[in-house]
């Protein structure tokens, strides 16, 4: 009976601690995994932007890790901050295997270090060593909305482009209630961006039936056709760097689906990691 009530034990303090995300040391046995599974994918599956910055600090002083966005680099070890509060500037929903987790983006004062942690690490609400006058919530200044606007832009074009696609994807699916996204057609015009084959080929290459009798519309976006950054962030005020990208996209997607016959769109998307005008490649195809 011992024995059982031991194993038990032993598979339910597993369980715990397989269970939490890799953002830090928080026993021997995490210690132990972090050099294994710290590469594994995070995908971001959802991102909130915010306007405003609410405060949290640190619940101990473990060895606990700010990650760049795409989880696959350390940036700064909050046990050498103990002091520190820090702000929240996005939430992330980032799924690791089959587990989801809400990642805060967080910085301090003076943004001079950012990164990525695990909500679970915090505890809302300025650091307890800190004036009393220091803000729990701080609003944004114009000047800082559009840096942080500017900065979301980079991070989303950093993510692999799958990633970027699929949040674009959704996105652009909500806004757009008359159209409907097709996989094929999404296959379809991945195939046009990436091959040098006719529409034909690709259509029979991404499995549509009967490619030979449908109409289709391809529409590969030119750049200079898109709203500028700059123009969108001063209509919207918002930091929401998502519904820049999707809101582009979606004019275009519209456009060309006006005067298709079935109202089906496929996307290929393509962040733009160089420029800093934040005008990603984009092939439309529509049946």
């Known amino acids: 009976m011992k024995k059982l009530l031991l194993l038990a034990l032993m598979t339910v303090g597993f369980v715990a601690a397989t269970s939490l995300p890799v953002s830090g040391n928080t026993n021997s046995i995490a210690t132990a995994n972090t050099a294994t599974t710290a590469s594994s994918t995070y995908v971001w599956t959802k991102v909130l932007s915010r306007n405003h910055a609410v405060a949290y600090h640190a619940k101990s002083n473990s060895p606990v890790y700010l990650w760049n966005a795409t989880h696959t680099k350390r940036l700064h070890n909050l046990k050498n901050y103990p002091n520190t509060t820090w702000y929240v500037k996005n939430s992330v929903v980032m799924q690791n ?50 840096q942080f606007f500017q900065d979301n832009l980079t991070t989303l074009a950093s993510l692999p482009q799958s990633q970027f696609q699929k949040l674009i994807s959704d996105q652009v699916a909500a806004n757009l209630t008359k159209d409907v996204s097709d996989q094929k057609l999404d296959a379809m015009a991945k195939i046009l961006a990436t091959q040098d084959v006719s529409t034909r080929d690709a259509a029979e290459k991404a499995g549509i039936s009967n490619p030979k009798t449908t109409s289709f519309t391809v529409k590969q976006v030119d750049p200079k056709t898109m709203t500028g950054y700059y123009a969108f962030w001063a209509k919207h005020k918002t930091t929401n760097a998502l519904k820049y990208y999707a809101s582009i996209i979606s004019s275009h997607v519209s456009s060309a689906a006006d005067s298709s016959v079935n109202g089906h769109y496929g996307l290929y998307v393509v962040p733009d990691k160089t420029a800093k005008s934040w005008k990603p490649e984009v092939m439309i195809v529509v049946d």
């Open 97 to 146: 295997g089959t587990k989801k987790h809400v990642y805060y983006e967080v910085y301090n004062y003076g943004n001079a270090s950012d990164g990525f942690i695990w909500r679970g690490y915090l505890t809302k609400g300025v650091n307890p060593s800190q004036n009393a006058a220091s803000k729990s919530i701080v609003n944004l200044s114009s000047e800082r909305s559009l």
